[in-house]
Structures are given as C-alpha cells and as structure tokens.
C-alpha cells in the first residue's frame, strides 16, 4: 500500500469566524493541562507511537513537550526536541527558496519550466513557476503513479523522480484548475538547484537554517540510528508496526525535511517576521491564489490560508512513511500550533485544531473532545483500588528497588524506599505521571481487577516492576 507520501491533508480552519476577533487570553496553566488530555486522548485513539507538541503565544510558551514513545522497541520516550520527519510541510521552506531567488532576480513567477528543467517534457505547453507553486500546473504527481512503490527502497535522483510521470498527460490545462501535487515542488527543487548553483539541502541550510538557529532541522538522512531522532511507525493488525523504508531521495524538495516541534515555531515566527523572505514575498506564500479564470483557490504557496474565530491563520499538514505532522500560525497573536507524529496511521490535523480551538476558549471538537473538557480522565474507584499495593522495580545491574503505590485520601501517591511521596496524575489507559518530572510514566498491567506489575519510563529508559505480596 502507497503510504502517500508527501501528502497534504491540508489543515484548513474553517468557520467559527467574527466580525471582532477576540484574542486568545487562556492562562499557561489552565491550557497545559487541558493540551495534555488531548494528546493523551489523541495517542490513546489513534495508537499513534508518540506526539511532540508547542503551542506558543507570543513570549508565552503555553505548551512544549511529548508524550508517548519514539522507540517502541526500546521503549524511548520523546522529548520536544525529539528530530521527526515533517513530510509536506517542507513544502513552505521550498517556496521560501524560490521567493528568496525570485528577491535577488535569479527567478521570475512567470517563468517557465522549461528555463530551469529542459529535460522534462511539457507536450507543447506552457508551465510557469507559479503554477508549480500553487499546485495549478496539471503535471501528474508521481506519488500517484502505480510503479513508484516498488522503489522505495532504490535512491533516485530528482530527474528519474519526475520520470515517473514525465510520459503520462497533464491532468488539466496549465492554470486551469488546481490538484495537489507532490511533483511540482520536486520541480522546484529542480529549479533552485539550477538557479542557485547549489544543491537543494545546502542551499536550505546556508540561507535558512544557520541564519536563523534552526540547528535540529535538516535534509533528513534515510536511515540512522541517532536517539535524537523518532523511527517511524504504520498502523499494524495488532498495534503500530515500523514504517515501510522509504529511501529520502524520494520526496526530496517536496517532503524530505526533518525538525523539531521548537525548531518549526521558530520558523513560522521567522517568516511572519521578515526574517526569511520578504513581507511582500510572505504575502504571496500566504494569500489564497487564483486560477486563469479569476476564482480564487484554498492554496497560496507552500502555505494554507484560512480563518479562525476572526483571525487569518496559515497551515498545512504533513504525511510520509512513520511520521503525520500539522501546524498553524496566527499572526494576530504571534501563536504557534505545532505537533508532529511517528504514525502515518491518522493525521494529527484534529488534535492541532484543537490545541487551537482551546487556546481561544473555544470548545474542542471530535476525537478528545471529551477529555479535553475535563481537563483529564477519570480515575475509576476500582482502577485505583487495583493498583495500590507493593512492587519491585528491577534496575539496572540487576538492582532491586521497592515501590509502593497508596491512597492518601482519595490521592493515589507513589513512593521509592528511601524517597519522598509523590501525588500521580492519571493519563488514561492506566498510565499515570508525576508534576516533578513532565517526561515520567507509571503503566501498570491489570489482570482481573489487580494490577500485576508497573513498567517506569524515565530518561528514556524502562523498568520492569512486578508485584509483590
């Protein structure tokens, strides 16, 4: 099965807009806990492996973290610094690239193709820059065609990438209506190598990511075993199983980029900023585009425009193989709506909407709609009951260290031999954590109504606790 790589699940915010819109003035305490249930919930439905996640406004970080595991089989937690594949989002850095050439009049929008990209065959017609950008050109997008899949496994350069659908007609008339399509911003990777005289990642990298401190973002590597990075997952018969390799080569200026969910809020800041193009260039990225005809299309370039509760927003979303993204940025409030996944199974699109419907005291909508509302889930008297008692949790070097979890009250406390008591706070799916360290898990296995043993995550680490009597 094509993974759909690249794909665009474009995150468009609709409705809920006013005539005056109001600011978003939730407190840093009141939205973290409520973002946590959410992406408790959403990991918990979805089965998503892991979900790092920034919501930022202004100088105000209401939310920055992870959950989740970005290792399964050694079972690693995420941090926010944990490196993802971003997928179609690196599409808004290539447009980047194109205004910053068109800035210093190495490029023009109305270009053709055929200027920078001789080689592939336009069958008599006229492609400009522009149309590649906003998905209007009618070049069919090679992430549909039938031999592509088989691959995956092979690198390819740019040229054999385009050569999958160099051959087949154009889905429509250059101008004439607008389909996503993963092979023009290959294209435009084509046309800023040529234009540049430098190759697509070094070119990113000298004009975008050193300039301004993006130091976790890159061209991702196709295979590595740095722990900075989350490894990438699909939905499995049983649960979530590793992603079918996919060599990087193959998305290339269309889908290739790695990042960070800090590194990506830089970013949108950056750009709204005029720190990376020009706000004349930005405007055009931003705007929603128009056909030959005059009527407007949801897209501008590399970006998704939209409103939200009386505000102007820009989005997209992100899929490849392992890994779902989405992000929004309001510029009103200099707001941030960031999460990356290592799933391909659902897109994280809902889960980012509504980190932003909360941030605007707006009610949530959909998947953890619930949780969202009361701000976390609900410990059942006999849940809690199956899980008081003593465990022993088995270190490393063999080292055995006794726990035990009691009520104080109607608190469920968890207390190391030889260390203070500390309250938990439970997460779903008997998943607990502790205030003093955001990144620590308590999940406990229960069988008939009695937990029989608690794994700890810590530092990236699991520890095994059976019970004891």
């Known amino acids: 099965m094509i993974r759909s790589c690249c794909l665009a699940g474009l995150a468009i915010l609709a409705g809920l807009s006013s005539a005056t819109a109001q600011r978003s003035t939730i407190t840093r305490d009141a939205f973290r806990s409520r973002a946590d249930s959410l992406v408790f919930t959403y990991l918990a439905e979805s089965h998503a492996p892991s979900a790092s996640f920034a919501v930022i406004r202004g100088s105000d970080t209401l939310a920055y973290g992870a959950h ?23 599409k808004q850095f290539t447009s980047a690239a194109i205004m910053k050439l068109v800035e210093q009049g190495r490029v023009k929008l109305d270009d053709d193709l055929s200027k920078y990209v001789p080689q592939f065959p336009l069958q008599g017609k006229k492609v400009s820059i522009r149309q590649l950008l906003n998905h209007t050109s009618g070049i069919h997008s090679y992430t549909s065609s039938p031999g592509w899949a088989k691959t995956w496994n092979d690198e ?8 999958f659908v160099a051959a087949d007609t154009f889905d429509f008339a250059p101008g004439t209506a607008y389909r996503y399509n993963n092979t023009g911003y290959v294209l435009l990777g084509m046309v800023i190598e040529k234009a540049s005289g ?12 050193k300039p301004l401190g993006l130091h976790q973002s890159s061209y991702c590597r196709s295979k590595t075993s740095d722990p900075a990075f989350a490894l990438g997952y699909s939905k499995g018969p049983s649960g979530p199983v590793r992603a079918p390799f996919l060599d990087l080569s193959h998305p290339f200026s269309a889908g290739a980029l790695c990042s960070t969910v800090g590194d990506f809020a830089k970013w949108q800041r950056a750009l709204d900023a005029g720190m990376v193009v020009s706000p004349t260039s930005y405007t ?3 705007t929603a585009d128009s056909l030959n005809s ?55 699109q809902t889960l980012a909407q509504n980190l932003l419907r909360v941030a605007y005291g707006v009610a949530p909508v959909g998947r953890g709609t619930a949780a969202a509302q009361a701000v976390a889930p609900s410990l059942l008297t006999a849940d809690r ?37 500390n309250e938990m706070r439970y997460l779903g799916n008997y998943a607990f954590g502790v205030a003093f360290d955001p990144e620590l898990r308590f999940t406990f296995t229960v069988d008939a109504g009695k937990a029989t043993k608690v794994v700890l995550l810590q530092g990236g680490a699991r520890v095994d606790g059976p019970r004891v009597p």
């Open 156 to 163: 390819l350069s740019p040229d054999a990438i385009v050569k």
């Open 294 to 348: 005059g009527r407007k299309i949801n897209y501008g370039f590399g970006l998704v425009p939209g409103m939200f509760n009386g505000h102007k927003t820009v989005s997209h979303t992100g899929g490849i193989n392992g890994f779902a993204t989405a992000a929004t940025y309001v510029a009103d409030d200099s707001l941030s709506v960031v999460v990356f996944t290592n799933f391909d199974g659902e897109s994280p």
């Open 68 to 90: 989740g595991l970005a290792n399964v089989d050694v079972w690693r937690a995420p941090t926010a610094t944990t490196i993802y594949e971003i997928g179609s989002i690196t």
């Open 198 to 209: 430098r190759k697509y990642a070094n070119f990113l990298d000298a004009q975008f990511f």
């Open 284 to 286: 055009l990225m931003s």
């Open 385 to 421: 009951d199956a899980i008081v008692g003593n465990y022993t949790l088995q270190l490393p070097g063999g080292q055995p260290l006794p726990i035990k979890f009691f009520l104080d009250g109607t608190r469920l406390m968890a207390q190391a031999q030889g260390q203070p008591a």
